[in-house]
């Protein structure tokens, strides 16, 4: 079973920056891509930004695009978050998402992480 496991959440000033970490720790699975949503109290979880594994293409969602870097450690199947520039609307908890396989031929499955809080103090 893949854990994945956050850090680097908490309390910052806008316009101040945090960075996201998130890893796998199943090392000998096969990632097919990696990202972060994010919720707050009475909302839906929206995705913020993912990176396939192959090819490293990225997607951000607008309200980030510019602000938001992800960035991945293929070695130690780590995928990170860069944010800078924040703002109160980003405060929310943010998980992390997987989406591995078992073996080249298996289906891939979803994996979660438990959630960091990242509160913007304005």
């Known amino acids: 079973q893949v854990q994945l496991v956050e850090s680097g959440g908490g309390l910052v000033q806008a316009g101040g920056s945090l960075r996201l970490s998130c890893a796998a720790s199943e090392r000998t699975f096969i990632t097919v891509r990696m990202g972060w949503f994010r919720q707050v109290p009475g909302k839906e979880r929206e995705l913020v930004a993912r990176m396939t594994w192959n090819g490293g293409s990225t997607y951000y969602a607008d309200s980030v695009k510019g602000r938001f870097t992800i960035s991945r450690d293929n070695a130690e199947n780590t995928v990170y978050l860069q944010m800078n520039s924040l703002k109160s609307e980003d405060t929310a908890v943010y998980y992390c998402?997987?989406?591995?396989?078992?073996?080249?031929?298996?289906?891939?499955?979803?994996?979660w992480g438990t959630g960091t809080q990242v509160t913007v103090s304005s």
């Open positions: 998402q997987a989406l591995m396989k078992s073996s080249r031929f298996s289906v891939p499955n979803t994996y």
